[in-house]
């Protein structure tokens, strides 16, 4: 369980610095090809994740370019270890806090930005005293989904990390093989621990949101 913890924790805050940046940058300037960088984010979302498991494979495994170059300069590969789970996990759950990001901004009164950009200040100052503070809630809410999300993945993980008790093992693979191996009572116990997160992650998003409704 710890290690689906710290895998989902990882995943949630890489994936929001990479999300909120970028999804401030395509709404504000409208770039010409900005549709065609935004479908890239979210193709993951309408993929199998053994499809996202299985480009990992090719890229970082023994004979891929990225996989090539980590045993090259650091001896090191991502196959078969949490930070292997973790990059499949982080590609999974990209398009879900990009969308809820950006649905976020998108809430935020425009003239609120135009006025601080008149005023000038920067992009940096308008994320910080304008956006977030007016936007936190649904920011919230994407961390929060993000989150259970990356908790539950199993498919891109499972193909990238395989499943190594102690080593790799997370709730989602746990369940799995314990069903396999006919331990119905550590598969249940696990999923009771899941579904109890799930909730009142959902109990939180339900505050938030009626608060965004008032």
Known sequence: ???SLVIASVATAITFLIALPLAYYLLQYRLRW????ESLFLLPLVL???VIGLFLLQAF????ILGQLLAIFHGYSVIFTLTGATLATLIVVLPIIYQAIKAALLSVDQTLIEAATVMGASNWEIMRYVIIPNAYQGLIIGLLLTFCRGLGE???SLMVAGYIEGKTDTIATSIYYAIQNGDARTAIYLSTIDIAIGIF???IIHFLSARQTR
């Open 61 to 64: 495994g023994q004979y891929g």
């Open 48 to 50: 199998p994740p053994t």
């Open 1 to 3: 369980m710890l290690h």
């Open 154 to 156: 199993f498919g891109a």
């Open 201 to 203: 992650a959902l109990l």
């Open 34 to 37: 900005g549709w065609l960088l």
